[in-house]
């Protein structure tokens, strides 16, 4: 099983449907990222959590929420979806202990498409 | 603030030539880099990373990188590419120094590798 699974992997929604992606990891680490991927754009960050209790905006935070029920969950939501959100998504995880130095471990993805 | 540069969107070469993707950075402090790769329709996957010490570094799949403090470089080499060396890569530079920041993405160098 992967250490970062994100669901749904693919999902297609109209214009102003609320949407959420989700992403669960094993791997124990305390620090979680939602990122957003469009061509020529390389990866954006729109939330990053340090642990359950702390939540911060990334570059790209606006239409856009982030919910942290517990270390190993990590959910994003669109409110009211737009064309523009249509992109690749990923859940990824850090840590700086045991070893690690930040490097991120990503999840698979999810494709948004909205219509 | 931190960013990256990555020169050159799309790179092609023929099999068995060498591959250079370059990236140059700009850091106020001790920088940690990255350079992660992304093969078609899956998430990223850590190439190589500098932290401290030796500035050669070896990564999977026969890459290496070399991180020039005075060129503020972190150029990505192959001796000689191979046809499943084809996907997109990313550096990315962290903050080091015990400041524990997020990565920053450069906008991705997508490699061909022609027969």
């Known amino acids: 099983d992967a250490d970062v699974t994100q669901t749904p992997r693919n999902r297609i929604t109209k214009t102003g449907k609320r949407i959420m992606l989700e992403c669960s990891q094993t791997k124990g680490h305390d620090r979680m990222y939602w990122y957003r991927q469009d061509p020529g754009l390389g990866l954006r960050l729109i939330y990053y959590s340090f642990d359950v209790k702390d939540i911060n905006k990334g570059e790209i935070s606006d239409g856009y929420s982030v919910s942290r029920q517990a270390q190993a969950k990590f959910s994003l939501s669109l409110e009211s979806a737009i064309p523009n959100q249509t992109a690749l998504y990923f859940c990824a995880t850090s840590a700086w202990d045991r070893g690690n130095t930040g490097e991120l471990f990503f999840g698979e993805g999810s494709r948004l498409t909205v219509l | 603030a931190q960013s990256v540069t990555q020169l050159g969107s799309h790179v092609s070469v023929s099999e068995g030539a060498l591959v250079l993707l370059r990236c140059n950075y700009s850091s106020s402090v001790p920088p940690y880099l990255f350079w992660y790769v992304q093969y078609p329709n899956q998430g990223l996957q850590l190439l190589l990373k500098?932290?401290?010490?030796?500035?050669l570094v070896k990564g999977i799949n026969g890459f290496e990188a070399e991180f020039k403090k005075s060129e503020t470089s972190f150029h990505l080499t192959k001796p000689s590419a191979h046809m499943s060396d084809a996907a997109e890569y990313f550096c990315a530079v962290g903050e080091g120094g015990g400041s524990q920041g997020n990565l920053i993405f450069g906008k991705g160098t997508k490699l061909s590798v022609k027969p």
């Open positions: 500098y932290t401290t010490g030796a500035t």
